[in-house]
């Protein structure tokens, strides 16, 4: 018997031991753009915490590391459980990355007027470069984390979980999407419970050169399109927007707003004196979109996320790296390792 696949009468044949899916076409030629950003990383995990500036109230949430997207209602929520309680009044949000922008609508929906300041708006923010998947990787190290932390975790995870289910479509660019981890990697491993839908697979269930493959389904967020719609939200409900850094916590105890929410991200290390933040630069070679490449794929070559805006390939995660601009050689070594990857497909649609 032949292994693999071909084509009949326009229609893939499947053989006994493979199940195809569309290559992604990986070569120079098709690349784009390239990006590269730094998460904001905190080894014991992200910051949800109250304190008092003066006369003000402050609630940090910051830190999020590479699962901000993930987390952002879900963190927001927790921080906006911390400040809003007793308070009347408006309301500050520093930050208007996907953390500032979730917090503003989750306090408006509670019924107080917000403003958010912030240093940039989207598209240049950190949140604008993230590849979007729904999936806690790299938010954290378990050595490091506390118990309580890892309460707020669990909660801050299953709040974002059902919020981005209710918005899922084309208006803010979210999806569900077959994907498929290399289970020996440690990102099959961050929660063997999460997602629900999570099962290792038979060999003649894909068609990847692995041996050992998870399958599990999430939600993956266009983060271009799902911040511009952000904002016009918090716009709509009849937030204001300042464009202002913010050099030390002074001039933010001098703002006229009672209650204030930190959401600065990476800022917090210097604005807040945070030295467990660490920026962990991250890389991404971005190809012409393929509309019939409906799964993600993850491993030791690094991951693959399809949008409307193209094929997201990435795969750096550099600690205490600083500059946010793509390096040439590690592009090319992402593109090689897909290219590997995808053109080892054992059949194709
Ligand atoms: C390559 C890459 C891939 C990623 N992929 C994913 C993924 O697939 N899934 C996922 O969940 N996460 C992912 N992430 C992580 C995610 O992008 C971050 O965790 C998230 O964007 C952090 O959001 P934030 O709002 O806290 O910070 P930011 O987006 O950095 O926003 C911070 C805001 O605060 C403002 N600010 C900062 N300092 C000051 C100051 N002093 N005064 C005034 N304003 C200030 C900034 O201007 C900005 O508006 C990825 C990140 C990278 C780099």
Redesign the pocket.
């Known amino acids: 018997m032949l292994s693999g696949c071909a084509t009949v009468g326009g229609r893939p044949r499947t053989f006994a031991d493979c199940t195809p899916l569309p290559k992604v076409l990986v070569d120079e030629s098709r690349v784009i753009r390239t ?6 990383y905190r080894r014991p995990g992200f910051v949800v915490r109250r304190e008092t500036l003066g006369q003000t109230a402050l609630v940090h949430n ?1 830190g ?9 209602w879900g963190s927001s929520k927790l921080a906006v459980e911390q400040g809003l309680p007793g308070h009347g009044g408006a309301v500050a949000v ?7 922008l979730s917090t503003a609508r989750l306090v408006q929906e509670a019924g107080f007027p917000v403003t958010i ?5 989207p598209p ?14 790299s938010v954290f190290d378990k050595d490091a984390a506390s118990p309580e932390f890892m309460v707020q975790f669990i909660r801050a995870l299953d709040y974002s979980w059902r919020r981005f289910q209710i918005m899922v479509g084309d208006d803010y660019g979210i999806r569900w999407l077959p994907t498929y981890v290399e289970a020996a990697s440690p990102e099959a491993k961050v929660i063997p419970t999460f997602p629900p839908v999570n099962r290792v697979i038979a060999r003649a269930e894909h068609p990847f050169p692995l041996d050992s493959v998870r399958r599990y389904d999430t939600m993956y967020v266009e983060t271009g399109r799902y911040l511009r719609q952000m904002l016009r939200d918090v716009q709509i409900a009849g937030g204001r927007i300042e464009v ?4 030390t916590p002074t001039d933010i105890g001098a703002l006229p707003e009672q209650l204030v929410f930190n ?6 290390r ?2 807040f004196n945070d030295q467990d933040l660490h920026p962990a ?4 070679a971005i190809l012409e979109p393929q509309p019939e490449v409906r799964y993600a794929a993850l491993g030791d070559f690094g991951y693959m ?1 399809p949008r409307a805006d193209g094929i997201i390939l ?1 795969g750096t995660f550099e600690v205490d790296e600083w500059d946010a601009t793509p390096r040439a050689e590690d592009i090319a070594r992402i593109i090689a390792s897909h290219k590997r990857f995808f053109e080892g497909f054992r059949c194709s649609a």
């Not at 990006?35 to 904001?40: D, N």
Request: charged share 10%.
């Open positions: 990006v590269a950003g730094l998460r904001p910051y999020h590391g590479g699962g901000g997207i993930t987390l952002s520093i930050g208007a990355g996907v953390m500032g300041y912030a240093a940039a708006l240049d923010t950190t949140s604008n470069i993230a590849g979007g998947q729904f999936h806690p990787f202002r850094r913010f050099g959401c600065t991200g990476l800022g917090s210097e604005l630069r991250g890389q991404l996320f990435g």
